[in-house]
Every structure is written in C-alpha cells, then in structure tokens.
C-alpha cells in the first residue's frame, strides 16, 4: 500500500480530495436550502410519459404480428422446441410421471444415489454425503416432486449457459475487443430486473419450460461468462509466453495451457451460475415455472409463512449442496495428485451400487415415490410460523422504532436532499463528484447516465431509490466490516456464520417478506431491511476472504511489535484488505440494486413500484420498462464511481 | 480394502433383498384414462395469482375433470400473461376478470383472439377500508366527510406530516392520488406494492391498534378472518370516473366476468358449456376460499368439498 502515503505529499499543491467532495456536498447543500422543490421533474404513478406510451406500442405491435412473422415461425419457434424438449427430458426423467408410467424415469432412491456418486467421483467423501442428505432431506420435506422439478428446470438453465457462456467466455478471455464489447451487455442482463423482460419473453417462448428457462438464464449465463474470461486473463504471461516460443498453434495454446491454467476460475464460474439460476426459481414461477418456486408464491397469496418457509429451505438445501460439491470439485481440480490406490474398485463398487439403486428406483414403488408418512415439513412449516407469530407480536414494536430511527434520522433527509434538489443540481454534484473520485472519464459516463435518468422520465423516482440505495448500502457495508473481520480472524466464527449467509443470500424473499412487513410496516426501511438481508452476505464474504489472505508473516511482525487487537484491525488487517473492501463496496451495491424490485412489494415505492406495476397493469409496461432501465442506469453510474475510486480496479 | 469389499457387498444384498418385496411399476394399469377424455380432451386454464380466482379455477377443474372426463392443465399466470396466452393459443379460459377494459380492447376487439364468456355472478367492490376496531372506536370514520379530522392519526414515516393512505397491489387499478387530491383530504398515497402488505399492515392494525387507513377489496378470503369497514366515498355514479385526473367518487362495483380464446370458443366443446355456465356467489367463492386459506386444503380437495355440498348448483351448470 505505497499509495496510502501519496495524498500527504500532495497537500501542499492542493486542498485534499476528501476536502474537496466534502466542499461539493456543503456546497449542495447550501444550495438546496433556496432551491427546494424547484425542477423536481416529478411524474405521478398513473402518469406516463410519451416514451412510455411509445414502448406499450413496440409491445402491442411485436404481439400482434407474432403468429404472422417469420422471426417468429422460424427463429424463436424452433429455440422455444429445442429448450422445451430439453428440460421437459429432464423432468420426465427425475421429476415427472413419464413415458406411460406413473412415476418419473428415476425415483427418489435412484436420483440420491446417482448424486452422490457423481458428488463423490467429482467432489469427494464429505460432499457425496452432504449431497445424499441433502437430497433425502428433500423428501422428509414432503417436496421430493417440487425439488426435481425445479433441479430440472435449474440443470436445463445451466447446461445451456454453459454451453453458450463457456465458449463466450473464452473468446472474451482472448480478445480485447470483444471483452470491451461483451461487459456492459452482461451488466445489463444482471441488473435489468426479470419482471421487466419476463411478460415479453412469454409472447417470444410461449407459457412453458422454455419462457422459464430462457428467463433463468439471461440472469444465470453472465457469471460463467465473465469467469470463464477473467480465469483466461489471469493466466501469467510467462507461461503462455513459454508455449508460445514452442511454436504452439491457437489451439494447443488454449487447450494446453489456457483452459487447464483457468480450469478452477471456470469451475468457480459454474458454481456462480448456478446460484444465480436457483435465485430466480420464485420469480420464474409467475410464468408457470414448475417447482418449489410455485409452492413458495401459492403460499404467499395465503400469506402462509411456514409453508413458504419449508418449500424455501428446499431452495437453500439445494443451493447449499450444489455450491460445496462444486466448490470441492473447482479445489479438486486444483490439486492433481497420485489417486489413491483404492479408487478404482470403490467406483466399481458404488457404480454398481448407484446403478441397482438406480434400477430399483425405476421398478418398484416404494424406492420410486418417496414415502409420505415420515415428514418432517409440516413440524417445520409450523415451526416456522410459530417462530414468525411470535416476532411479529413480541418484536414489533422494538423493530417499529429502529424503522422509525432510521428513517427520521437518516433516510427522509437524504431522500429529502436528493429528491427535492433540482434536477440540475444533483446532476452537477454527480459529475463533480465523479470528477474528484474518478476521474474525467468516470464524469462522461455519470454525465451520460444522468441524460438517460432523465430521458427515462423518472428522474425523481430514480432519486428516491439512489436514497434507499445509498442507506441500504452503508448498512450492508457496516455489517460487511464487522462481520467480515470477525470470520476473517476467527474460523470457528466463520464455520459458525458461512451457512446463515448462505441462506440469506439463496432464501428466496418472498419467504420473509411476510415477517418483515410485520415487524417494519409496509415502508421503505423494509424494502432496506430485504435488500441488506440479500446483499450483505457477499459483502461479508469478500472482505473475510480479504483479510484472510493478509500473509501471516504480517500480522505476526505487528503482533511482535506490541499491536493491541483494535491496533491489529485498523491499522494492519483493514488497511491491507482495502481492495476487498471496495470490492464488497461494489458487489454489495449491484445486489443492493437487484432488490429494488422487491422492495417496490413492500413500501419502498419508486423504481421498484414501477416495474412491478409495469408487469401487472398492461398500460403500464413502458413505464415499467423505463424504471427498469432507470435502475440499470443507476447501477452503471454507481458502478463506474466506485470502480474508478478503487486502486485495485476490481473488475468482477 | 477387504472390509470395503465386505460392506460394498453387504449393502448390494441387502438392497437385492428389499427389493424383493414391495409392489412393482406396472403392475396396475396407470389410472387417468377415462372414457370422457377423448370427447373433451385438453383444458388450459390459467390460474391467477389470488385465492379467490384459485376458488373458481378449482370448482371448474374438479367439475370437468369429474363430470366431462376433461384433461385439466392449470397453468399459473400473472393476469396480463394469462391474456397473452389466448393468442397464442397456451390458454384456454380465464375465469375470474376484473374489469381490465384496456386489455377487452386489445385482445377482444383488436386482436380478436378473446371472447366474453359471461359473468361469473361475482361481484368486485373496491374501496378504502379500516379495521373493524377503528370502526368500533371513531364510529364517524366511515364518512369521507370525516377522514381529514383523522388524518394526524394515520402519520407515518413514510407520509410526512399528512395522514398515510396505504395502496396496494399494483394489479388493481388506482384512482386514489387523484381522490385524495380533488377531495381535499390530508392524506398522502403510500404505494404498499403487494396483496401480502396490504393483508399484513391490516393484520397487525387490528392486533396493535394502530390506526390504518388503506386500499382494500372483495371478495377476498382476508375478510373471514377480518372484517374491514369500507368507508363511504362520495357515491358512484356512471360517468364519475371517465376523466381520470377529476375522479372523485367511489370505485364503481365490478362485475367479474370470464373470458376465453376464441378458438376454445368456437369448438364450442364440454369445458367451454361448462365455463359459460358456471355461474356463483360471492358466499360460494369466499367459502371455497377460506377451504384453501384457512384450512389449507389443496385446491383439488376444497372443490371436492364444495361440490359435494352442492350438487344442484353443478347439475345446473352441466344441464345448459
């Protein structure tokens, strides 16, 4: 960290960057006091604007001439049957009455055992189990046939993200040109909210698998993109150099050196995609996506937080017993080391073990059906509510008067600052401050970003979510640093937290959405509270990764030189894990972002109201539409602030 | 190694011998082939997000499943998709509509994809509404007259220093800025977003006694278990609402009505009669409704239920 020096050399030319961003923020300040209210650009929620009622048109027409157009006959047509026939072959085989018979291909035996051979041959002992509990776990639920139906529906949307995102990948990884081209398209599929695209996508793929699966992967395929890119770039030069000078072709190139070098990046890239594609498993399900997603959104209209809860758990199992398997196997492919002698019989063995469970599976009812009089989800359904009642009787009013807190103290002047200052004003800010943290190029973009807020026509709406967004961020950060340096330092607390925030980060919101409202009324310090839930769980992990990765050698010298733990931490660990810190800065604010839909279903209002608006009331699509490029927007101009104030250039 | 083998081995017998027993795919015929199904074949029927059309949809499944020997596909939809799919052609019925004129225009008189098949005997009210305590406590309430007095007690923080009026569920139309405005009421539209927050803030408005002033309708399964006071808003007349900007009346009543495709029309098959004809009150559909909600039963089992206790309403349907 030369660099922590560097402002103090610079003093002396001119008044310090922290110096003068707060100089432009009293100056906003000062300026507001007269100007409030002035040029707010406000648009009521019924109110469209004309770019708005010119979208609803560009939707009218594309569904009117769907059954005329040849795009449509001869393009989207022939996908939709090539997706459908994919995941529908996947459901018969593991989730669906199938080929005649009353059960799937394989039954509930067949499918545990065929998983955690694969988890063992791939993964190892611990996640074999792991995955054989988890799978039978599915079954006590009571949620064997929702469980396949969504791990079908999940696999298809992985598989072809793979397939497509891999080689995209790769060709990112070895041209600029098209890695420049290819990030801010795959920015755009993260941050545009699903509700958006996902009425649309029903005119192009029909109701049915296809819709669902297209819709999981448009947000599921940019991890394995950019991973697989990022793994490529990361090889040293040195040993692409030393290929090279062997007179190696592009190919030996990529498949000798290239891919094996980045092979664990890439495996990492899976894993990251099939998070995603288990996060949108609630969202699919309001275009019939088959599943727990059903479950979840069916229990919801009875606001039924048990049996949410249960069929949520199901996601969390399922995301839980995916990511360590294929984590274990990312590690395995790291280390290549002698196979121990009695490999080649056990996967003789289990094979033949797999392959009877396998086959009784397929012939007898009691190893095909999972039996339905040992389950255990109805204790927990009714455990989660009591848990959900009792906080919602006893907590409320506590949680009610945080709620207040905040929102009095922090949220309604932000809101009020940024919401009431004139158009301009705000925009000025923006770009100074742009300027001062980033640079000349990082204020074109924010300048850009602020045109299109305006263009949208939601310019206060945009201000009123950049409040939510910023408090929402500052507390995911808080959590971020305390949390995070805790597990960094401590690996019985970080053994101890990992899973919470695994089930933050997979449970889907609607589950708790119920409890929430509950405790914190239907607010936008809710809609805060769902999005920290969500987004703090990656920001811890990064920067407990940070600090672990401070070389022990460190820590020890400052440990010999008298440091006191609160000395270790701020003067040593924190300054060290910077990049973590701006990277989880980063992280947390893009899963900030993707929230904001959700919290337009519980108070937030603005932006994420908009585009859930947009999606149930036909005259509202455009506007929708409009929010939710309004939100991308806010996520680029975000981006590039924070990217560009990083020394490390985070580029994930 | 050895004792691996051992165990490998002790397992594969004792799978080999548990398999023995137990009954065998295929040794019944599959169940579902019934002689109707040929003359009423397939039935798409979309499924609207909300238990009271879920009470329809149930009733009208059960029925043609049981009585015309129907293949009965449900397929959950949000309402606009549900629309959508009359075009191309994934649906069949929708048997609960809400009003939704602009989308009559587009699939029905433009697109001519979809046609009106008749009202369901439902009635959609639409309206502002209190927990029964407020009602109980502040009797004059229900007069808009008297909502700007009240108005302080509805503060919150999302509402500044006007009164709060929660609205909800985007799926519904809204005129309500517009009513707060031109009735010169103190109160600021506050946009819930969803059924599950409107539901929870009147929930926990009736256990705390908090004051709550929000958008609410029926029918709806949340009144069985709490009773909401409408209040009185200027009274409806036709025309009222035509300026949405100078609304400042009540909702008008909404009479719930079924559309299907065309095609499904035309064919003018079993499931078709049947959902023309069927026809129910709103008692019926809430207690179909309180079956799911309430009682958690499956959707299948609470129409069951309900056919069971009502054979002549469904003789009545099948005999048109």
């Given amino acids: 960290m030369a660099t922590t020096t560097a402002p103090l050399q610079r003093t002396w030319r001119r008044p310090g960057k922290p110096v003068l961003v707060a100089g432009v923020l009293l100056a906003w300040v000062l300026i507001w006091l007269p100007a409030r209210g002035l040029h707010t650009l406000g648009l009521s929620p019924a109110d469209l604007t004309p770019l708005h009622h010119w979208l609803n048109d560009v939707n009218d027409t594309v569904g009117a001439n769907r059954n005329s157009s040849p795009l449509f006959l001869y393009f989207f047509n022939e996908i939709r049957a090539a997706v459908d026939s994919l995941v529908t072959f996947l459901q018969d085989l593991i989730a669906q009455p199938s080929y005649g018979r009353p059960v799937p291909v394989l039954g509930w035996l067949g ?157 990492l890239g899976v894993n990251q995609t099939i998070m995603a594609a288990l996060s949108m498993v609630t969202i699919a399900a309001l275009i019939d996506a088959p599943g727990l997603g059903k ?102 009013t506590a949680t009610g008067a945080l709620k ?45 970003c602020v045109a299109l807020l305006i263009g949208t026509g939601l310019w206060q709406d945009s201000m009123t979510t950049l409040a939510m967004t910023i408090v929402a961020t500052v507390m995911v950060m808080a959590l971020g640093v305390l949390f995070g340096v805790w597990m960094g330092r401590n690996r019985l607390a970080d053994r101890i ?22 405790l914190f009324s239907a607010t936008r310090f809710t809609a805060i509270v769902a999005a920290v839930v969500f987004a703090a769980p990656v920001a811890i992990k990064i920067v407990a990764d940070g600090v672990r990765a401070i070389p022990a050698a460190t820590a020890e010298a400052a440990t010999a030189a008298g440091s ?37 279903l519980v108070g937030a209002g603005a932006l994420g109201y908009d585009v859930v608006a947009g999606f149930s009331q036909g005259q509202l699509y455009g506007k929708g539409l409009a ?3 309004a939100i991308v927007v806010l996520g680029i101009m975000l981006d590039r602030i924070a990217r560009a104030s990083s020394p490390s250039k985070g580029s994930n | ?95 609960e509509n809400w009003g939704h004129d602009d989308l009559k225009k587009k699939y029905i008189d433009e697109q001519k994809t979809a046609v009106a098949a008749g009202e369901t005997g439902n009635k959609g009210v639409i309206g502002w509404y209190v927990a029964p305590w407020m009602a109980a406590q502040y009797p004059d309430i229900t007069d808009w007259n008297n909502l700007n007095k009240y108005a302080a007690q509805f503060k919150t923080s999302e509402s500044g220093d006007k009164g709060q009026l929660l609205d909800g569920d985007p799926s519904f139309v809204t005129n309500d800025e517009a009513l707060v405005k031109n009735l010169k009421l103190n109160y600021k539209v506050v946009y819930a977003g969803s059924e599950a927050a409107l539901i929870t803030a009147f929930r926990q408005s009736e256990a705390k006694k908090t004051p709550l002033i929000g958008y609410f309708y029926e029918p709806q399964w949340f009144l069985s278990e709490l009773k909401l006071v ?47 004809a069927f026809t129910w009150s709103n008692d019926d559909q809430n207690l179909v409704a309180k079956y799911i909600s309430e009682d958690k039963l499956s959707a299948d089992d609470a129409a069951k239920k309900w056919v069971e206790a009502n054979p002549d309403k469904v003789k009545a349907w099948l005999a048109q």
Wanted: charged residues 15%.
């Fill in chain 1, 564 to 600: 006191s733990t609160w000395q270790m931490i701020t003067k040593v660990q924190l300054p060290m894990a910077r990049p973590s810190l701006t990277l989880a800065a980063n992280q947390g604010l893009i899963y900030v972002l993707s929230m904001v839909v959700v919290g337009g």
């Fill in chain 2, 1 to 95: 190694m050895k004792l691996l083998r051992l165990t490998a081995t002790a397992t594969l017998t004792a799978l080999a011998l548990t398999a023995c027993s137990g009954e065998k795919i295929g040794d019944t015929p599959a169940a579902g082939a019934s002689s109707g199904a040929a003359a009423c074949g397939t039935f798409n029927l979309a499924v609207n997000p909300w238990v009271g059309y879920e009470a329809n949809a149930a009733v009208i499944a059960y029925v043609a499943e049981k009585n015309l020997g129907c293949t009965v596909t449900k397929k959950d939809l949000k309402e606009e998709i549900a629309w959508q799919g009359f075009g191309t052609g994934e649906v069949d019925a929708i048997v």
């Fill in chain 1, 295 to 396: 479950t979840v959104i069916k229990a919801l209209q009875t606001l039924d937080v048990g049996t949410a809860f249960n069929a949520g758990l199901a996601i969390v199992v399922m995301a839980v017993v995916l990511d360590r398997v294929t984590t274990a196997a990312g590690n395995r492919a790291r280390q290549t080391g002698p196979a121990s002698r009695f490999r080649k019989p056990l996967l003789a063995v289990f094979g033949i073990a797999a392959a009877v469970c396998a086959y009784l599976s397929h012939t007898y009812f009691w190893a095909a059906e999972f039996p339905d009089d040992v389950s255990i989800g109805s204790d927990l359904s009714k455990g989660a509510d009591s848990v959900a009642q009792w906080a919602q009787e006893d907590l409320s």
């Fill in chain 2, 230 to 276: 409408k209040i009185n808003l200027p009274k409806y007349e036709t025309g009222c609402d035509a300026d949405a900007a100078k609304v400042a009346c009540d909702y008008p009543e909404y009479i719930l009505d079924k559309i299907v495709s065309k095609k499904f029309a035309d064919a003018n098959g079993p499931a078709y009669k049947l959902v023309k």
């Fill in chain 1, 111 to 267: 499918v545990v055992a065929v998983v955690a051979y694969v988890s063992w041959i791939f993964a190892g002992w611990k996640p074999a189990l792991l995955a054989a509990a988890g799978f039978v776990f599915f079954g006590l639920q009571g949620l064997w046939e929702e469980s396949m139906d969504t791990l079908a529906l999940t696999l298809g949307a992985v598989v072809i993200s793979l397939l497509i995102g891999i080689p995209l990948g790769i060709w990112a990884g070895l041209s600029d040109r098209f890695h420049r081209l290819v990030t801010p398209v795959l920015d755009f599929m993260q941050t545009m909210p699903t509700f958006v695209y996902l009425a649309p996508l029903t005119l192009f793929f029909l109701i049915g698998p296809a819709s669902a699966t297209i819709a999981t992967l448009i947000y599921a395929m940019p991890p394995a993109i950019r991973l697989t890119a990022h793994g490529i770039r990361s090889v040293p030069r040195s040993a692409v150099e030393a290929t090279e000078s062997l007179g190696a072709t592009g190919r030996q190139k990529l498949t000798g050196v290239l891919l094996p070098l980045s092979k664990r990046t890439i495996v």
């Fill in chain 1, 627 to 629: 929010a939710g490029a």
């Fill in chain 1, 497 to 518: 937290i990992r899973p919470v925030l695994d089930a933050g980060q997979t449970m889907p919101a609607f589950v708790y959405l119920v409890p929430f409202l509950a």
């Fill in chain 1, 404 to 448: 207040d807190a905040v929102t009095y103290a922090l949220l309604n002047p932000l809101e009020s600052l940024l919401v009431e200052s004139p158009w301009w004003l705000v925009g000025a800010v923006a770009v100074l401050l742009a300027v001062l943290i980033g640079g000349v190029r990082s204020a074109v973009v924010t300048a850009a």
